[in-house]
């Protein structure tokens, strides 16, 4: 009864913490239920080891993550200072991480094919050919540490191009396990004599730079594949936090490669978007309207109870809920669980046994990919369910001053 009583009271805070806008909303610190006072000792907090590091439990795991405190800008221009970062391509991760390492004021440039979609988003953001922006070959030689952020397909196509210019005592720098741990199909070998490190923003590019330009800064994965100056692992963190990272993950190549494409094609984006379509689709055959249909399906999930969950967790976000609500959610879970724990094996091993790989190359190094892409979004885009959310945003207050 007693933690009735208090899910009641936070749901009370939460309810006035939810109108309050996103971001004080996740700060907004209301006390846990009184049943989380008794959790074991296993929930307890950091100690931390020594500064930069923390040894933290993670749901009973010990892991290591580094923080950025330990790398104040005054440091990283001075660790970075003899350094020339060339970031190959302008993708969303070539333009966040770009910008936040020239805002962070260290020597770097930019490589792109000349006169390309990247090469005029470049120059639109402030790179100035021959002075900072490069062909990919140029960009390449000019640079000791090397950012390959082009994209998987063209890592692999253009390979043989940009292998000459890493030369030993570079740095070879990645943001996905990809191009390393499938060789067999992208013939990227590390070359001798180079670092060849992983930082990997856990998000889009986009959310990096408008992260920094806050002053926050998004999660990354880091990893060291080849370690031949003794540094590597120091440099990868200490470049970690240039782009604009808040704390540093260990991982592997393979391990954050693996990870990273079951999460895209799984809840990130492949099964979000299928489970909307579907409980849509469902609610619209049984005659509701386009606009509840959406309410009930797309806005109130993104307005309302997924920031919840990013608050404070699954629990909180059902704490929150009416207990009609979380009767049935708790009853539910299950069934959804048992449905799609098989699509979740399957997509693992289809990562796992290279499959994935395969399909992102072919498809993704057609002349007309970017068009083929495009059609698919826009077929998205045209689709009832998308329609109607556009109608249902412009109608948040916000949008319709
Ligand atoms: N998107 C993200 O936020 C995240 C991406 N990553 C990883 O970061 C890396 C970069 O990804 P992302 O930023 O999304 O970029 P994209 O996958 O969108 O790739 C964009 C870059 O690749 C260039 N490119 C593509 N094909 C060719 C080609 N044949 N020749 C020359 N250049 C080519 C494009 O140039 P042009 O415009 O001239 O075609 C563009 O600059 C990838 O390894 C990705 O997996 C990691 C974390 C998140
Ligand atoms: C943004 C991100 O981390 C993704 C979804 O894995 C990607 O864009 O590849
Ligand atoms: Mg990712
Ligand atoms: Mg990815």
Same mark, same amino acid.
């Given at each position: 009864?007693?933690?009735?009583?208090?899910?009641?009271?936070?749901?009370?805070?939460?309810?006035?913490?939810?109108?309050?806008?996103?971001?004080?909303?996740? =700060?907004?610190?209301?006390?846990?239920?009184?049943?989380?006072? *008794?959790?074991?000792?296993?929930?307890?907090?950091?100690?931390?080891?020594?500064?930069?590091?923390? $040894?933290?439990?993670?749901?009973?795991?010990?892991?290591?993550?580094?923080?950025?405190?330990?790398?104040?800008?005054?440091?990283?221009?001075?660790?970075?200072?003899?350094?020339?970062?060339?970031?190959?391509? &302008?993708?969303?991760? !070539?333009?966040?991480?770009?910008?936040?390492?020239? @805002?962070?004021?260290?020597?770097?440039?930019?490589?792109?094919?000349? @006169?390309?979609?990247?090469?005029?988003?470049?120059?639109? #953001?402030?790179?100035?050919?021959? +002075?900072?922006?490069?062909?990919?070959?140029? *960009?390449?030689?000019?640079?000791?540490?090397?950012?390959?952020?082009?994209?998987?397909?063209?890592?692999?196509?253009?390979?043989?191009?940009?292998?000459?210019?890493?030369?030993?005592?570079?740095?070879?720098?990645?943001?996905?396990?990809?191009?390393?741990?499938?060789?067999?199909?992208?013939?990227?070998?590390?070359?001798? !004599?180079?670092?060849?490190?992983?930082?990997?923003?856990?998000?889009?590019? *986009?959310?990096?730079?408008?992260?920094?330009?806050?002053?926050? !800064?998004?999660?990354?994965?880091?990893?060291?594949?080849?370690?031949?100056?003794?540094?590597?692992?120091?440099?990868?963190?200490?470049?970690?936090?240039?782009?604009?990272?808040? &704390?540093?993950? #260990?991982?592997?190549?393979?391990? /954050?490669?693996?990870?990273?494409?079951?999460?895209?094609r799984g809840i990130l984006m492949g099964a979000i978007n299928g489970l909307f379509r579907a409980q849509y689709d469902v609610l619209r055959a049984q005659g509701h309207s386009p606009s509840e249909a959406f309410n009930e399906t797309v806005e109130e999930a993104t307005q309302s109870l997924i920031p919840l969950i990013g *608050?404070?967790?699954m629990?909180?976000m059902y704490?929150n809920c009416s207990?009609t609500a979380q009767r049935g959610a708790l009853d539910w879970h299950q069934k959804f669980y048992d449905a799609s724990l098989p699509v979740f094996?399957?997509l &693992?091993?289809?990562?796992?046994?290279?499959? /994935? $790989? +395969?399909?992102? =190359?072919? +498809?993704?190094?057609?002349?007309?990919?970017? /068009?083929?892409? #495009? =059609?698919?979004?826009?077929e998205i885009r045209g689709s009832e369910i998308w329609r109607a959310g556009e109608t249902v945003r412009?109608l948040?207050? #916000?949008?319709? +001053?």
């Amino acid at each position: 009864m007693a933690s009735r009583a208090a899910a009641r009271s936070f749901a009370r805070s939460a309810a006035s913490a939810a109108r309050a806008p996103i971001a004080s909303r996740v =700060l907004a610190a209301a006390p846990r239920f009184a049943a989380r006072a *008794a959790a074991p000792a296993v929930f307890s907090s950091s100690i931390q080891q020594s500064r930069g590091i923390k $040894t933290l439990n993670f749901g009973g795991s010990q892991e290591k993550v580094y923080e950025r405190s330990d790398w104040p800008k005054e440091k990283l221009l001075d660790y970075f200072k003899n350094d020339t970062i060339a970031v190959l391509g &302008y993708g969303p991760q !070539g333009h966040g991480q770009g910008l936040n390492l020239r @805002d962070n004021g260290l020597n770097v440039i930019v490589g792109v094919r000349k @006169d390309g979609r990247s090469w005029k988003k470049a120059v639109a #953001e402030g790179w100035v050919p021959g +002075k900072n922006l490069f062909s990919i070959e140029e *960009a390449a030689d000019k640079g000791n540490i090397v950012f390959n952020l082009l994209s998987d397909a063209a890592q692999r196509d253009l390979w043989p191009t940009i292998k000459p210019y890493i030369t030993p005592g570079k740095t070879l720098y990645f943001s996905h396990g990809f191009a390393i741990t499938y060789k067999d199909q992208t013939h990227v070998e590390a070359p001798q !004599g180079v670092d060849v490190v992983l930082c990997a923003p856990k998000g889009s590019g *986009a959310t990096l730079r408008t992260l920094f330009l806050e002053g926050k !800064g998004l999660n990354s994965s880091i990893a060291v594949f080849q370690d031949v100056s003794g540094k590597a692992h120091e440099r990868v963190v200490g470049l970690g936090v240039a782009i604009g990272s808040g &704390y540093l993950y #260990e991982t592997t190549f393979e391990k /954050e490669v693996y990870s990273d494409l079951v999460g895209e094609r799984g809840i990130l984006m492949g099964a979000i978007n299928g489970l909307f379509r579907a409980q849509y689709d469902v609610l619209r055959a049984q005659g509701h309207s386009p606009s509840e249909a959406f309410n009930e399906t797309v806005e109130e999930a993104t307005q309302s109870l997924i920031p919840l969950i990013g *608050a404070k967790g699954m629990d909180w976000m059902y704490a929150n809920c009416s207990v009609t609500a979380q009767r049935g959610a708790l009853d539910w879970h299950q069934k959804f669980y048992d449905a799609s724990l098989p699509v979740f094996k399957d997509l &693992y091993e289809s990562v796992k046994n290279g499959s /994935e $790989t +395969k399909r992102a =190359l072919d +498809k993704n190094s057609q002349p007309d990919y970017r /068009e083929s892409l #495009e =059609l698919e979004l826009e077929e998205i885009r045209g689709s009832e369910i998308w329609r109607a959310g556009e109608t249902v945003r412009s109608l948040r207050p #916000e949008n319709n +001053k």
